[in-house]
């Protein structure tokens, strides 16, 4: 079973940028597609970037496309997603999350979660 930790969030300007980092234990990142998703407050968890586990291909959540990077550093057993541009509607707590199979349609496993705040 894999623990995922996510790191990297804070206030940041409109415009500016972060990198968000979720570091995995216990298995090995490759193992699994990995996926990126947020909640806002008062709104439903939403989809933001996943990476699949065979081949790393990626997809976006339309909001996010062209703005956000989803990446797997295998070494370091982490996954990041650099966020670009940033918007005061990107505010949200995100989340890292993992599934076996890249034809399941859940994340098995999910991390704590990490602030993202966005000031216009």
């Known amino acids: 079973q894999v623990q995922l930790a996510e790191s990297g969030g804070r206030l940041v300007l409109a415009g500016g940028s972060l990198r968000l980092s979720c570091a995995a234990s216990g298995r090995t990142v490759s193992n699994y597609g990995m996926g990126w998703f947020r909640q806002a407050p008062e709104k439903e968890r939403e989809f933001v970037a996943a990476?699949?586990?065979?081949?790393?291909?990626?997809y976006y959540a339309d909001s996010v496309k062209g703005r956000f990077t989803i990446s797997r550093d295998s070494t370091k057993n982490t996954v990041y997603l650099q966020m670009n541009s940033l918007k005061p509607e990107d505010t949200a707590v995100y989340y890292c999350?993992?599934?076996?199979?890249?034809?399941?349609?859940?994340?098995?496993?999910w991390g704590q979660g990490t602030q993202v705040t966005v000031s216009s």
């Open positions: 999350a993992a599934r076996t199979s890249d034809s399941d349609k859940q994340f098995d496993y």
């Open positions: 990476i699949s586990r065979s081949f790393g291909y990626t």
